[in-house]
């Protein structure tokens, strides 16, 4: 798992926690999500937030290594204050949480945000700044 990048590529891609916890909780859409990914790995991003809820979540199912192995896979992207400050102006349907990871996924320039989540994606799809789409 690395940490903040210092400059994210064009095209960057950030994934909503629904995606990771798919896969650590072996959820129905399991597989769909692990092609996903696997067709696009070394340009994936998460916030400290999601890696924080697979840990939270994951621990009852698998040990900490394991779950540390299958973040490494990522680069987390730190939360700050413009983040909050992001949330709480442009946070929707009293969802803070999905705010929040918009703005850490905005401020770090990423340009497509993908949840398995379709109300978020109704909620903020139509956001200029970044692309987001239901997996």
């Not at 009293?94 to 994606?121: I, M, P, W, Y």
Request: aromatic share 8%.
């Amino acid at each position: 798992m690395s940490l903040s990048p210092k400059s994210i590529p064009v095209n960057a891609v950030f994934l909503d926690a629904t995606i990771l916890l798919e896969i650590i909780l072996g959820r129905s859409n399991e597989q769909i999500v692990r092609q996903f990914i696997e067709q696009r790995s070394g340009n994936l991003y998460i916030s400290a937030l999601t890696a924080h809820l697979v840990v939270h979540f994951g621990k009852a199912i698998v040990e900490l290594p394991v779950i540390r192995a299958f973040l490494s896979d990522y680069t987390v992207l730190s939360l700050d204050n413009a983040d909050f400050e992001w949330a709480f102006m442009n946070s929707r349907n009293k969802d803070f949480e999905d705010a929040l990871q918009l703005g850490v996924a905005v401020r770090n320039g990423c340009s497509h945000f993908v949840t398995l989540d379709k109300g978020l994606v109704a909620t903020y799809g139509s956001l200029p700044s970044i692309d987001v789409q239901h997996l």
